[in-house]
């Protein structure tokens, strides 16, 4: 492993070798590649089975009911949200600042932005019980003159999910079209041909286009980092806009922020170490990488588990006796495993990240990933159920019972998630050729001794 390591830093990776091992990966599939579309099709559609089954015998099928009426699509909702944050913050925020390190895994991570709002977009619909009336959430004029009431901050989710949606996909898009012109000028079949004729948009590489590639990606990326900020602090708002015991706190939409890029790079991390061993990308992901990433992720822990602490202390400092009463709750009452389970995920867990070797061995870091993961679903966990479970009168106070249909949804969106995923690596270049391009040493003409 060790000389493994000197050798790529001794032979830096070259231009034509970035580019064959990038469109290699997108060579016919393999039969493990199918295999992991069936697996990712299965779950989808066993999510879609237990949705169907929901609206036909109704909402009594999950497990909503007073006073928790906010369960586990909320809870997923929020979560899916926080993982598409990190694709924002590494592909536009990064790239203002000109960080190196966010080139070979920043493609990746916008995919999984666009998906993961995908994803996160199904479940206030499901939540809503009607689908096929989800249509009023939008502000339109209708026969009624009625309109969305604009002072809900669920009407606030609309328009920040369209938007950071939009925004984020046109970023994605437009990042993509210099390389799937590469994979155009290589494709073999007519089918790919064809597909990357049109998706390229007549991309030549010529001077004139690449002045107006890189004025528009530089566009994107500022109207796409205030977005990192706001769409998450919107949906913090969704809690601390109510006068709920737990949720009503100006702490939240930093304290969302931090958590939405914590998990973010967790999921980032958990997809690029298969997909680098898979695929052979040692000369193009190295450990600098990961060890930059890992750093995001102790900063981002620390800040979270800032966050914790505040909320105690400012539950305590208020002299409130419900919000005392609430973060006792927490951690010593009927949701205590979840609520321990998400301090040692988000706060304890992390901590190994200061030790080098840690940051760089990609065992650990895979594990640690899905624990960061883990505890980031417990947090807004706790956020949602317990607060609920316990606010002001002890008449009206209740427990939780899961449901196999919320299971259902909750296994059938990460089969979903992980569909899209599946198939853009097969068929776009998931690793920017040309940006990692820039960061590599030109090649120079060697020197012509004169004797």
Known sequence: MAENKQNIENNPVTYSEVTETVLNMLHKPS???????????????????????????????????HPIMWGVYITNFVFWVGIAHS?????????????????P???????????????????????????????????????RALWPNFKSPLLWDVF????????????FIVGLIPDIASARDKAVSKFRKILYSITSLGWKGN???????????????????????SVHSVVSWDFAMSIVPGWHATIFPPYFVAGAIFSGVAMVITLVIPLRKIFKLERIITDTHFDAMCKLILLTSGIVTYAYATEFYVAWFSNNSFERFQFWFRPFGDFQL???GMTFCNCMAPLILWYKPFRTNLVVLFIMSIIINIGMWLERFNIIFTSLAREYSPAAWGGYNFSWVEIGLTIGAFGWFGMWMTLFIKFFPAIAIMEVKEV??????KEIEHH
Do not use: D
């Not at 989808?44 to 089954?53: E, P, Q, R």
């Not at 590494?90 to 960080?99: E, K, M, T």
């Not at 920040?160 to 970023?171: C, E, L």
């Not at 004139?208 to 900020?229: C, E, M, R, S």
């Open 87 to 103: 694709g924002t913050l590494i592909s536009a925020v990064l790239y203002l600042f000109r960080a190196k390190f966010r080139q």
């Open 160 to 171: 920040a999910i369209s938007t950071y949606f939009s925004v984020s996909t046109m970023f």
């Open 207 to 229: 001077h004139k286009q690449y002045k107006h590639y890189t004025a528009a990606y530089l566009l994107f990326a500022a109207l796409a980092t205030p977005l990192v900020i």
């Open 105 to 143: 895994i920043y493609r990746l991570a916008e995919a999984m932005t666009v998906f993961a709002v995908m994803t996160a977009g199904l479940f206030p619909i499901i939540h809503v019980g009607r689908p096929w009336f989800a249509y009023w959430l939008m502000p339109y004029p209708n026969e």
């Open 338 to 340: 979840a609520f321990w």
């Open 31 to 65: 039969f493990g590649w199918y295999i992991q579309l069936a697996i990712c099709i299965s779950l989808a559609i066993l999510g879609g089975v237990c949705w169907s089954f929901q609206i036909r015998h109704g909402m009594g099928m999950s497990g909503l009911s």
């Open 440 to 445: 590599i040493e030109p090649p120079r003409r």
